[in-house]
């Protein structure tokens, strides 16, 4: 399958991307402690069923420069000139899982009538009116200290991002070596940590902003909600419930073996709820 890497340059910020397929686009937008490399076994299923799909590596993360704020806002903004004026793309899907939902949700406020349906993988919305955004999620409180998790994490990025990924996940998964290898290759650095802790850092005006969103009122725009039932799974109640408070056409799958990385635990069966949402009338 022919992929093709490229990098995009705004205002003097790279964002590297992969792109593969042709037909309607689908943007896949990854979380942290993560990369586009995430989407690896999920994105040939949508290429097969007739969609394109762009995978960036977010603003800060993986291959992608920093951006001036890291707010969800500032960087769906960004990711729309990538998209609309660089690629020319009109109307497009959208998947994010972790903070790629926020952004997704940043993005269909500021660019509604471009958005078609978008899935949420395992985060809810922060701002929604709940505090289930940071529920269950030690870490949240942690990243947003200044300075402080840089300097405990300095060289023991690999021991603290691995205890992530071994054990975020449902109990019969093990992130294969190759993907932690990758991940912490990108990841394992000061910049590319701080760039991680400041996504958090920035969940205060995420809030703000997506209050002031609310009170607009809700989005019209269909979202799917899928969730892992297991460990640091959200579970599905959880997400329906940001839903409901956010737009007024949702639904949603509990995969029930699958934890928070459940993109890459249950690929195939993903792709089959987000083939069969993207297809619906």
């Known amino acids: 399958?022919?992929?093709e890497y490229s990098f995009f340059e705004h205002n003097q910020n790279k964002l590297y991307y992969a792109i593969a397929g042709e037909g309607f686009p689908v943007l896949l937008l990854h979380g942290w402690p993560q990369t586009s490399y995430?989407?690896?076994?999920?994105?040939?299923?949508?290429?097969?069923n007739g969609f394109s799909v762009i995978?960036?590596?977010l603003p800060g993360l993986g291959k992608s420069s920093s951006p001036k704020s890291y707010d969800k806002k500032t960087i769906a903004s960004y990711i729309q000139v990538f998209i609309h004026d660089f690629l020319g793309l009109d109307k497009i899907f959208i998947v994010g899982h972790d903070w790629g939902g926020p952004i997704s949700y940043s993005y269909a406020h500021t660019c509604e009538n471009r958005v078609k349906k978008i899935v949420l993988i395992d985060v809810p919305i922060p701002g929604d009116g709940s505090a289930a955004f940071s529920e269950n999620r030690w870490h949240h409180q942690f990243h947003k200290i200044?300075?402080?998790p840089e300097e405990l994490t300095r060289d023991r990025e690999e021991l603290y991002l691995k205890y992530f990924y071994n054990n975020w996940s449902g109990k019969d998964f093990v992130m294969d070596r190759d993907a932690q290898n990758k991940y912490l290759d990108a990841y394992a650095n000061k910049n590319?940590?701080?760039s991680g802790f400041d996504y958090y850092r920035a969940l205060p005006q995420d809030i703000k902003d997506n209050l002031g969103f609310l009170k607009k009122g809700k989005l019209n725009i269909p979202f799917l909600g899928i969730a892992g039932g297991e460990g640091y799974g959200r579970g599905i109640k959880i997400i329906l419930n940001s839903l409901k408070r956010v737009t007024n056409n949702y639904e949603g799958y509990e995969i029930s073996n699958g934890g928070h990385w459940v993109a890459e635990e249950e690929p195939e069966l993903i792709s089959k709820y987000i083939i069969k949402f993207f297809n619906k009338k």
């Open 192 to 194: 590319t940590m701080k």
């Open 55 to 57: 995978m960036p590596d």
């Open 1 to 3: 399958m022919d992929v």
């Open 146 to 148: 200044i300075d402080l």
């Open 38 to 48: 995430m989407w690896r076994h999920l994105y040939p299923y949508l290429v097969q």
